[in-house]
């Protein structure tokens, strides 16, 4: 791309994206709630690891838009970055269900 016969370079900020929590799950999130929102849902349902950004994210931009959220998190390592997710995850209500044990146990909770 030029502009005057100079290269021009975009630069996209994801950490600025969104006013609640940065990066690229809002772009995504703005569709997935605005049609939970469109169909009168009064909560929404995610999952990932106990550390998920995506979870976490979803959680935050559900409880700012008046939507519970319940996040099906399953094991991961105790981080720093794992402690500071679960308590945000506390301190907005999130519903947390554990997923553990086999492949078919965790399709049967996410059920």
Request: net charge positive.
């Amino acid at each position: 791309m030029t502009a005057r016969g100079r290269r021009v370079v975009t630069v996209k900020h994801d950490n600025l994206t969104g006013d609640v929590y940065g990066g690229n799950k809002v772009r995504k999130l703005e569709y997935l709630l605005c049609r939970a929102r469109d169909r009168r849902a009064e909560r929404v349902a995610t999952f990932g690891t106990v550390a998920s950004n995506h979870a976490l994210a979803t959680a935050l931009y559900a409880t700012s838009l008046g939507l519970e959220c319940t996040c099906l998190l399953s094991h991961q390592s105790k981080t720093p970055l794992a402690a500071a997710v679960l308590n945000s995850h506390l301190q907005i209500g999130t519903e947390i269900i554990c997923l553990s044990g086999k492949r078919a146990e965790r399709i049967q909770t996410m059920r």
